[in-house]
């Protein structure tokens, strides 16, 4: 295997300095608090700013339910995620709370101000807590995506790999190796 050259020798550098979103709004945000990262010692910033580089895969949604878990026993804290907060019809009582996110689907943001809560942008989190101080940082399930549970080879001894199947019958992937009575089981 060789070495990555590039004009000007190695290429050290294997992550984003900037996204390559061209969404306007995350570019302003990118801009503010690329400034809070110099300007202030709080690692948060830092944090916040390397995840506004993520590509939307690697910025996985947060439903409303894990968000509240997350934030119990943390009255007077904010939640901030850099990504979407969605809704979760699952859960009946929403409890109050402050969240802060890139985006909220509209039942998300309705039942958390329904609630008593509030929905923050990340420039109005970072004029109310510009060091991160009382923000709970959280993010969502990035390996729960349905194509990473084909990620693997399916079949093979001991391991998990869902397999890409027609349909889910007798007939479809269930002969040697899935049932004793065909051979073997694995």
Do not use: W
Not at 13 to 39: C, D, G, Q, T
Not at 172 to 178: H, T, V
Not at 180 to 186: E, F, I, L, T
């Amino acid at each position: 295997m060789g070495i990555d050259l590039e004009a000007g020798g190695r290429n050290k550098e294997k992550h984003r300095s900037a996204p390559k979103s061209e969404n306007v709004y995350i570019r302003l945000l990118v801009k503010l608090y690329r400034f809070l990262e110099r300007r202030t010692d709080s690692k948060f910033n830092g944090i916040v700013l390397k995840r506004l580089y993520m590509s939307k895969i690697n910025r996985p949604p947060l439903s409303l339910s894990k968000c509240a878990k997350f934030m119990k026993g943390k009255k007077g804290e904010i939640a901030a995620i850099v990504g979407t907060v969605t809704d979760d019809a699952r859960m009946f009582e929403v409890p109050a709370m402050k969240v802060c996110a890139l985006r909220f689907t509209d039942n998300a943001r309705a039942r958390i101000i329904k609630a008593g809560g509030e929905c923050m942008t990340f420039d109005q989190l970072a004029l109310q807590a510009p060091t991160g101080d009382k923000v709970v940082l959280l993010r969502g399930p990035k390996m729960q995506r349905e194509a990473v549970k084909h990620f693997g080879a399916p079949g093979v001894p001991h391991s998990s790999a869902k397999p890409y199947v027609r349909h889910k019958g007798r007939k479809f992937e269930k002969a040697r190796g899935k049932r004793a009575s065909r051979g073997y089981k694995v």
